[in-house]
């Protein structure tokens, strides 16, 4: 027969396991957040050069 003082911690062991999983899993969504939000800057960058480096040829060839 088992005997127990009292103290049964797999309960508690479980919802900490389960709240570090969800803890990584946040950080892992913020993380692909911020790297899509970058990706989304840096292409807004470029397709802005590409448009003002095609204004300033048109403009270039009106004259």
């Known amino acids: 027969m088992h005997e127990s003082d009292g103290?049964?911690?797999?309960?508690?062991?479980?919802?900490?396991?389960?709240?570090?999983?969800?803890?990584?899993?946040?950080?892992?969504?913020?993380?692909?957040?911020?790297?899509l939000l970058a990706i989304a800057v840096v292409a807004l960058i470029a397709l802005t050069l590409v448009v003002a480096v095609a204004i300033g040829y048109s403009t270039a060839a009106m004259d």
């Open 7 to 35: 103290y049964d911690d797999s309960d508690l062991a479980d919802a900490i396991q389960r709240a570090r999983r969800a803890t990584r899993l946040g950080w892992a969504a913020i993380a692909g957040t911020t790297w």
